[in-house]
């Protein structure tokens, strides 16, 4: 299953490394465009001062794990696509270019499903998306969140839980069933 995932998946740091861990266990086959990547840097300098070279050291490394993951740009298929939000059509442009099934998106307002179901795409959250994987993998998906939990323990002075640390990243119901499981 080829995801195209948005940038809006890609900016929040505990989210896209639960994400891409999952896509590194094997669960699916990452996928996203140039642009999608220049918007989550350009998005970044909120965070503060160097949040945007960080992001882009980010990206460099994202390059290295996933070689095959970015989509080229077909501007003349961008053309003939429509969403309620013109600048989002460069995203269902890249999934269809790209052979993807599916978009991971926070964004449902700009992603109707009726219009990317003409295009052969389907649309999940990231929360609704991994609790789905979990189901059918839990191993793989828990050795994905273990790892993304030890590095915030590592890099942070809080000594975080997982229920806290995935409802943080907005993954409560991820966070749910992990916790179900290890009960």
């Not at 609704?128 to 939990?149: I, S, T, Y």
Request: aromatic share 4%; proline share 7%.
């Amino acid at each position: 299953m080829r995801v195209m995932i948005d940038a809006c998946v890609l900016f929040p740091t505990v989210m896209r490394e639960i994400v891409l861990g999952v896509a590194e266990q094997g669960l699916f086959k990452a996928r996203w465009s140039e642009r999608i990547l220049e918007e989550w840097a350009r998005a970044t300098p909120k965070l503060g001062l160097g949040a945007e070279e960080i992001a882009r050291g980010e990206i460099a490394l994202l390059r290295v794990r996933f070689p095959d993951a970015i989509v080229p740009a077909n501007p003349g298929l961008e053309t003939r696509l429509w969403l309620p939000d013109p600048a989002d059509i460069h995203v269902l442009a890249a999934a269809v270019a790209g052979h993807c099934d599916m978009i991971l998106t926070l964004n449902a307002a700009d992603f109707p499903k009726n219009l990317l179901a003409e295009e052969g795409l389907t649309r999940h959250d990231p929360d609704g998306f991994l609790c789905d994987l979990h189901r059918r993998d839990p191993a793989a998906v828990g050795r994905a969140c273990d790892a993304v939990l030890a590095e915030a323990r590592r890099l942070s002075a809080e000594p975080w839980e997982m229920r806290a640390l995935l409802k943080k990243a907005r993954l409560p119901r991820l966070a749910k069933a992990l916790a179900a499981q290890a009960n």
